[in-house]
Antibody, heavy 117, light 112 residues
Framework: QVQLQESGPGLVKPSQTLSLTCTVSGGSISSGYYYWSWIRQPAGKGLEWIGRVYTSGSTNYNPSLESRVTISVDTSKNQFSLKLTSVTAADTAVYYC?????????WGQGTLVTVSS | DIVMTQTPLSSPVTLGQSASISCRSSQSLVHSDGNTYLSWLQQRPGQPPRLLIYKISNRFSGVPDRFSGSGAGTDFTLKISRVEAEDVGVYYCMQATQFPYTFGQGTKLEIK
């Protein structure tokens, strides 16, 4: 059973960089034709897809965030990561990592990131 | 971006009765590979989303057969038969046919 777990700081100051890591267990991040995505959800609101990475390092981003987002993969550690620069209060949300191609079949539990000074 | 519009936004249902949620996309979700990447997710209170249905009508592993999906093109429906207390939560449709992937606003299923 594949499991995903997000980790990273829960509090980030405005204008700084948000950095999160998703650790995959129960299977190799390199196996199968899977992409690895980040999705976020502000409190009480809906879901927003941030972007995805393939094990080759190939990425696709949401144009609304593309100028500030970098998603990368480290196959040796079975992890993939999110960096979001120049954060504001509008970036406060629960951040989820998920696996999928065409749908998201496995999700992490999510991690709350608050942007505040 | 493809806009996903769900109706209703709230659905009070009596236990044992059925519920139906509609999802309409602003463009056809038929991909160039012939697949339609429309999925349904359930988010119980305090939990991450969970995949229920993928490619319109395929139930994900472990999903009860009370959940069924249908539709084509731009109009899709999730039906929940014999609603149980554990079905309470928010349901989202999602398209992964075109970047950026987008979600519906969510439909809150409540028990009357």
């Amino acid at each position: 059973q594949v499991q995903l777990q997000e980790s990273g700081p829960g509090l980030v100051k405005p204008s700084q960089t948000l950095s999160l890591t998703c650790t995959v267990s129960g299977g190799s991040i390199s196996s199968g034709y899977y992409y690895w995505s980040w999705i976020r959800q502000p409190a009480g609101k809906g879901l927003e897809w941030i972007g995805r990475v393939y094990t080759s390092g190939s990425t696709n981003y949401n144009p609304s965030l593309e100028s500030r987002v970098t998603i990368s993969v480290d196959t040796s550690k079975n992890q993939f990561s999110l960096k979001l620069t120049s954060v504001t209060a509008a970036d406060t949300a629960v951040y989820y990592c998920a696996r999928g191609y065409g749908d998201f079949d496995y999700w992490g539990q999510g991690t709350l990131v608050t942007v505040s000074s | 971006d493809i806009v996903m519009t769900q109706t209703p936004l709230s659905s009070p249902v009596t236990l044992g009765q059925s519920a139906s949620i509609s999802c309409r996309s602003s463009q056809s979700l038929v991909h160039s590979d012939g697949n339609t990447y429309l999925s349904w997710l359930q988010q119980r209170p305090g939990q991450p989303p969970r995949l229920l249905i993928y490619k319109i009508s395929n139930r994900f592993s472990g999903v009860p057969d009370r959940f069924s999906g249908s539709g084509a093109g731009t109009d899709f429906t999730l039906k929940i038969s014999r609603v149980e207390a554990e079905d309470v939560g928010v349901y989202y449709c999602m398209q992964a046919t075109q970047f950026p992937y987008t979600f519906g606003q969510g439909t809150k299923l409540e028990i009357k």
